[in-house]
């Protein structure tokens, strides 16, 4: 069977997305999967000393902020006002970022 962290509302949460990814581009979908799974195992450790409503709203709260300040300094507008597919789109534009380049 697979850990609690692995197997909860967080995790059925993801099916969507990460199907998505999948259809996507499976390169960037598989370098998804690590980050998916550290973040499930933090959400797990949070519920577990009862802080994830806390930290969970907090992380919310200043990564929206953080989100807006940015760009207000580029001067442009967020994408994900034009089309909601944008926000499924935003991880996988920051993870190929982190990935190195092809050439």
């Known amino acids: 069977f697979a850990p609690d962290w692995l197997l909860n509302w967080a995790s059925l949460a993801l099916v969507g997305p990460m199907l998505f990814y999948f259809l996507l581009d499976r390169g960037l979908f598989l370098a998804m999967i690590p980050q998916v799974a550290v973040?499930?195992?933090?959400?797990?450790?949070?519920?577990e000393?009862?802080?994830?409503v806390t930290a969970g709203g907090a992380l919310f709260v200043a990564a929206w902020a953080g989100q807006f300040y940015g760009h207000r300094i580029e001067g442009k507008k967020p994408s994900f006002f034009?089309?909601?597919?944008?926000?499924l789109v935003g991880p996988l534009w920051v993870t190929r970022k982190g990935l190195p380049s092809k050439g």
């Open 39 to 47: 973040m499930l195992w933090g959400v797990e450790k949070l519920a």
């Open 49 to 52: 000393a009862g802080l994830l």
């Open 82 to 87: 034009k089309d909601l597919a944008f926000l």
